[in-house]
């Protein structure tokens, strides 16, 4: 009965894995349905969507500044482009439905859409919603969001709450299977730190001077994602500092992970920011983390997602400017060998996982096509 779906959505990782899993569910459920993603030029989707077996169609789209600045012209001929380009599309493929996880790509595919009486579906992932949900919320047949808290941004009898999809592998990775997979002592415990999907500054800084501080010599492994763009500096950097990172036996440092199931299952503690998706999976995993919140998300959204880690007793929350070396390393000497604690950390962060919000999702978009 679903022959063609469209999925726009784009930007950064926090938009594009929602996108992928609920891919993957419909292929699931309806094997015979043409899933096509859409995209930009830029963003990480150019990576992902392909890598996880789907089209990606590339269409132009860019935001406004809030400020008045000469770049806004560009993006009125970008956003008028990206129109024309949505519309013949949808022409083209004339798709049964149309889905949008958000980024500045979703908002002229869904739109269109609507307008042509396609059904329309959005998923927002933050607790505040991003401008592209908040404006193509008036125009969709359905919203589905990851809060209860974000019913309110939205028009009341359109909204379902949800959860954030995560990829099925983040619930069923085998702990052993995948410290086996990526080489690590199963005898000592594991730290997987890392900055959200473009990596974080602030966060390989503290961890380059978390590894100066302990060496090679620590009784538990740190593996570290600097982020695909900051891995060169990075390892230049501790090469500077005469540690040579191919020799070193507990500290692992990595520029991306494609398979982040394992590296979730393998950790007994996380440090990372606290993007919806990242909270979205080590909350189903049940993993204790110390998060740092990036303060310049949209309405500090992330604050959010900390504290109610942090309210619940699944996270230590550190805020971004007193993020260091010295700081983790406290918090680690405290945490990871306090077994007791951290299994508490851990039921608490399980507690709080929506593991089945895939499934949910996948039924609303059915209940909408029928
Ligand atoms: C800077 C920025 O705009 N951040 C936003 C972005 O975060 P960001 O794009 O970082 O997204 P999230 O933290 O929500 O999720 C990161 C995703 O990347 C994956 N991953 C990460 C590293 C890696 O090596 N491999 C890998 O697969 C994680 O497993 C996770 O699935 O979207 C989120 C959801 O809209 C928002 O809450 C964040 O505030």
Do not use: C
């Amino acid at each position: 009965m679903l022959k063609k779906v469209i999925i726009a959505g784009g930007g950064t990782g926090g938009h594009i894995y929602p996108a992928i899993a609920i891919g993957r569910g419909l292929k699931n459920r309806f094997p015979d349905a043409e899933i096509l993603f859409v995209g930009t030029e830029r963003g990480l989707e150019n990576d992902l969507v392909p890598k996880a077996g789907f089209t990606l169609k590339k269409i132009r789209a860019k935001g406004f500044k809030r400020k008045l600045t000469l770049d806004n012209l560009i993006t009125i001929k970008e956003v008028i482009m990206g129109g024309i380009e949505s519309l013949i599309l949808l022409k083209k493929e004339k798709p049964d439905l149309v889905i949008g996880t958000g980024g500045y790509v979703a908002g002229p595919v869904v739109f269109f859409a609507a307008l042509f009486n396609i059904p329309t579906f959005i998923h927002e992932q933050n607790v505040k919603p991003g401008v592209t949900n908040r404006i193509l919320s008036r125009f969709v047949d359905k919203i589905a969001v990851s809060f209860s808290d974000s019913i309110k941004y939205f028009p009341q009898e359109k909204v379902v709450v949800t959860g954030n999809p995560i990829r099925p592998e983040i619930v069923s990775a085998d702990r052993m299977k995948a410290l086996k997979e990526l080489d690590l002592d199963p005898e000592k415990p594991v730290i997987l730190s890392f900055g959200g999907s473009q990596g974080a500054r602030r966060i390989n800084e503290a961890m380059m001077d978390l590894i100066e501080r302990i060496g090679d010599e620590s009784s538990f492994q740190l593996f570290h994602i600097t982020g695909q763009k900051n891995y060169e500096e990075f390892i230049q950097k501790l090469e500077n500092k005469g540690i040579n990172p191919r020799t070193l036996g507990n500290i692992k440092i990595r520029p991306y992970v494609y398979d982040m199931h394992n590296a979730i299952a393998a950790a007994d503690l996380v440090i990372s920011r606290a993007g919806a998706i990242t909270i979205a999976e080590l909350t189903a995993a049940g993993k204790p983390a110390i998060l740092v919140p990036l303060p310049t998300a949209a309405d500090r959204h992330q604050d959010y997602n900390a504290n109610l880690m942090k309210k619940n007793g699944a996270a230590v929350v550190v805020k971004d400017w007193d993020l260091s070396g010295e700081k983790l390393h406290s918090i680690i000497r405290d945490l990871v060998f306090d077994r007791e604690r951290l299994q508490k950390m851990s039921a608490a962060s399980k507690s709080l996982g929506k593991p089945d919000a895939l499934d949910r999702i996948l039924d609303e978009i059915i209940l909408l096509l029928n």
